[in-house]
């Protein structure tokens, strides 16, 4: 069956991505500033979140956060959860005001859902699913049919290692001739391609890297929904 993976930031989210970290950052290191202090924190949540880029699949992203971060803030797993749960369900959504809301994204997805196509966010899974669904209400999106939604706790690699994508393709069995992965970093979300995948690389909030595949096509997320209309079967 038909899946479009779609990422989140930059493509169905409209937001600028680096003044959300730094405000994220300093939100989250100043609601746990009791276990260490922020600048600490946020050091030891980078080493960590780095550690998960690296994940090779053995265990979850989750898993792997949270023996590195635990251990290097000298915390236990149980002391920190609860923690980061309040974080997340009551501060977290306060950075909305990054988002840029328009209902683009839905039409989007509208239009792909008409065609009887499956839809999948393929956000890279940094976050907990707390997070995503989430970022995913400021979009707009997060009563739509998802088929799947990508976080640390089910996944087992990040991008662009191609196995974010191989663990994808097995779960929902995709032929990846057959799927379009849709994103606005022109490594982490076009690397797809070199598994098969269709790629479409998202220009509003371009991510460009030198020496990045090429795409199958490339747009605004506007022009997208114009691609699909005109252009896929």
Same mark, same amino acid.
């Given at each position: 069956m038909k ?9 169905l989210?409209?937001m600028?991505?680096?003044p959300?970290l730094r405000?994220?950052?300093s939100?989250i290191?100043?609601?746990c ?7 600490v924190?946020?050091k ?5 979140t ?9 265990e979850?992203n989750?898993?792997?956060f949270?023996?590195d ?5 000298q915390v ?6 609860p923690?980061?749960?309040?974080f997340?369900?009551n501060?977290?959504p306060?950075?909305r005001a ?5 209902n683009?994204?839905s039409?989007v997805?509208q239009?792909? &859902? %008409?065609?009887g196509w @499956?839809?999948?966010i +393929?956000?890279?899974?940094? *976050? $907990?699913? &707390? %997070?995503?669904e989430? @970022?995913m209400?400021w +979009?707009g999106?997060?009563d *739509? $049919? ?7 706790e ?5 991008k662009?290692n ?5 663990e994808?393709m097995?779960?929902l069995g995709l032929?990846?001739e ?6 606005n970093d022109?490594?982490?979300?076009m690397?797809a391609g070199?598994l ?5 690389l998202?220009t509003?909030y371009?991510?460009a890297?030198?020496g990045a595949p090429q795409?199958?096509?490339r747009?605004s ?6 691609y699909?209309?005109e252009?896929?079967?």
């Open positions: 899946t479009v993976l779609f990422d989140l930031d930059g493509t989210l409209q600028e991505f680096s959300f405000d994220y950052f939100a290191s100043n609601h500033r009791k276990l260490a202090a922020p600048q924190f946020v030891k949540l980078i080493a960590s780095t550690l998960m880029l690296h994940n090779e699949g053995l979850t989750q898993e792997v949270m023996k971060f635990t251990n290097a803030i236990k797993e149980e002391e920190l959860s923690l980061l749960e309040d997340y369900a501060e977290f306060k950075l990054h988002a840029i809301f328009n683009l994204s039409l997805l239009e792909t &859902l %008409a065609r @499956r839809i999948v +393929a956000t890279n899974p940094l *976050f $907990p699913k &707390l %997070a995503i989430e @970022r209400r +979009a999106i997060q *739509f $049919p998802w088929t799947y939604v990508s976080s640390y089910n996944s087992s690699a990040c662009p191609l196995f974010y994508y191989r994808i097995d779960k032929n990846p057959e799927c379009w992965m849709v994103g022109a490594q982490e979300d690397i070199q098969g995948f269709n790629t479409y998202v509003d371009l991510i890297r030198e795409p199958k096509a747009g997320l506007r022009e997208f929904l114009t699909m209309r252009k896929i079967s």
